[in-house]
């Protein structure tokens, strides 16, 4: 799916939303249908649970398209080459979440207590999400960005999509690599939050890895389709907060006499809380802006 998308964006050019809304509709499609190879291939209950793990990962993803947006206004990326950007960011992400996938899953196998631990963190996460709203994602705060500009010789220009350019003879970074890195770095605190909400639905890697990887697929197509609009879903993020705490109460119960809470149980969970958060914005949007 990757080569097809490099295949068909060779050139650097404006997303405009038809052809980011098209793309949208293809992933999601395919993510879809994926679930149903599920659900024939291994019944009801994987399918469920698949599902259930696509949904939640596609939600806490509108977080990551606000940091892009933020990001790409710091470092006045021109939106010809943000495609790329986000391209080779989505590289990145999935890269980090299969590495955050297997060592969850293999933590929580075999350390019964990383569950309460895992669990308690993604309730502090939820609750900061809801209590301090907004990221700060100011690069130049950012320890990786920092090391980098530092260890890495910089050009502080752009060079047309090169992340790098010879300079007086030296090879030197361009402003869209030091972007590139910045979007990289910052993910990586999405990628644990992610993951950890995930693996409280399920274990198995495979409908883990498979649920996040079309999940995040379409990320490049849902930022240039909700990079203008994030304002009028103000709501979404204590949505997104109630459903991180709810991932980690479950994983929490999971190793208490409570046990394990159906699948069916997470996943109208998580259809209602995001149905509910949408339309709660939608309508304060419609009555005018409001600062959440």
């Known amino acids: 799916m990757l080569a097809v998308d490099v295949f068909l964006h060779r050139d650097n050019h404006v997303v405009e939303l038809r052809e980011a809304l ?26 469920v649970a698949y599902f259930s793990g696509y949904l939640l990962e596609k939600a806490l993803s509108v977080d990551n398209v606000f940091v892009f947006a933020l990001l790409f206004g710091y470092f006045r990326v021109p939106p010809r080459y943000q495609h790329k950007v986000l391209f080779w960011g989505v590289v990145g992400a999935l890269a980090f979440r299969l590495l955050f996938i297997f060592a969850g899953a293999e933590l929580l196998d075999r350390l019964s207590w990383a569950a309460f631990v895992l ?16 990221p700060d994602v100011d690069p130049e705060r950012n320890l990786v960005v920092r090391l980098f500009r530092r260890v890495v010789p910089t050009d502080a220009r752009y060079s047309g999509d090169r992340f790098t350019v010879r300079v007086d003879g030296r090879r030197r970074a361009t402003l869209l690599l030091v972007a590139l890195v910045a979007i990289e770095a ?25 649920a996040t990887a079309f999940a995040v697929l379409g990320l490049r197509s849902l930022y240039f389709c909700l990079a203008g609009l994030l304002r009028h879903f103000g709501y979404l993020r204590y949505g997104l907060a109630l459903l991180l ?41 419609r009555r005018g802006p409001a600062d959440l």
Request: glycine fraction near 14%; proline fraction near 3%.
């Open 119 to 134: 669990g308690a963190f993604l309730i502090w996460t939820g609750w900061r999400l809801a209590v301090r709203g907004k």
């Open 22 to 47: 098209l793309w949208s509709g293809v992933w999601i499609t395919a993510g879809l249908l994926f679930g149903l190879v599920v659900w024939f291939g291994l019944g009801g209950g994987p399918a």
């Open 186 to 210: 910052t993910d990586v605190v999405f990628a644990i939050d992610s993951v950890a909400a995930i693996l409280a639905i399920t274990t198995n890697t495979f409908l883990v890895w498979t």
């Open 245 to 285: 705490a709810f991932a980690g109460g479950k994983l929490i119960l999971a190793e208490t006499p409570v046990g394990k809470l159906p699948i069916w149980l997470t996943l109208a969970v998580v259809v209602l809380t995001l149905g509910v958060s949408i339309g709660v914005s939608t309508l304060a949007a």
